[in-house]
Structure formats: C-alpha cells, structure tokens
C-alpha cells in the first residue's frame, strides 16, 4: 500500500516537473524579445491542402535577420527551424478553412511561403503578420524582398 502511494507521488512530481520544465523554456525563449505565437507546416502540399495534417504549434523568434521557430511540446534549447530572410518568398495568404479550423489557433491567417523551393505555411494571429510582412519588408538594401 505504501508502495502504491510512493509510486503515485513519484509520478504526479515528475508530470509537474516536466510541465514546469516547459513553462521555463517558453520563458527562456521569449526572455529576449521579439516572439510570437506561430503554427508551421513544412512541405505543404501544393493547392492549399486543408486537411489540417501537419501543423506544429510554435513559437517564433526573431533573431536578425532569421526567425527562429522553436516547438512548444518540446525540450529542445534550440529552434527546430530557421527562415533566413533573405530566402523567404511570400506567394499567398489566406484563412484557415476546413480541419485546419480545428488544427490552429482561433484568430490565425495562413501564410504560405517558399524557402529555397521548400512550400511552407505559417499560421499566426493578424497582428503577428503584420508584423512578420513589416520585418520581410525591412531588408536592407540590396535584398531581395518578396511579399505578396
């Protein structure tokens, strides 16, 4: 009986220190600034597929010229991918339709993008993107910029 109870303590502990472990990286990644809520799906398929398969939830990070897009379910220090302004073509925007209703945020535009022939979406609030299209527009001179 006591066992049981030990074994049912040991296991609440470890579930709240690993929740606890994901609110300390969320803190972490957001300490410097410049994030936003950001869902991803890399290698979307051509024709604005609305199945709702694929999407990650995530965090975005401005860093430079790149944001980094860390998971939230996940223990990873680093970000999972990296979108390097300069190779970032933006080719439409659109709403959630279908699954992805149910697969994204509520208030989420998607955005679909080409990185070096890769199609990406990117699924973030209106403000977000704003945002994101107001950073892809401030390249430097001499970038290329694409923003539909």
């Known amino acids: 009986m006591i ?5 049912c303590a040991l296991v609440v502990v470890l579930i709240l220190a690993g929740l606890l472990v994901f609110g300390v990286r969320r803190r972490v990644i ?3 600034g410049g994030t936003f809520d950001c869902s991803l799906r890399w290698n979307a398929p051509e024709g604005g597929d609305t199945s709702g398969k694929g999407w990650s939830y995530g965090i975005a990070r401005y860093n430079g010229d790149r944001v980094d897009w860390f998971r939230v379910f996940s223990y990873a220090p680093r970000p999972r991918r ?4 300069a190779t970032i073509e933006v080719v439409d925007r659109r709403a959630p339709e279908g699954e992805e209703e149910l ?7 998607v955005l679909g993008c080409l ?14 993107l704003t945002g994101f299209l107001a950073w892809l527009e401030a390249a430097p001179p001499g970038q290329r910029v694409n923003v539909a």
């Open 3 to 7: 066992l049981a109870v030990l074994v």
């Open 103 to 109: 697969a994204l945020l509520s208030d989420a535009v």
């Open 82 to 85: 990296g979108l390097e302004r």
């Open 30 to 32: 957001q300490r410097s």
């Open 115 to 128: 990185q070096e022939g890769t199609r990406i979406e990117l699924a973030m609030s209106e403000d977000a």
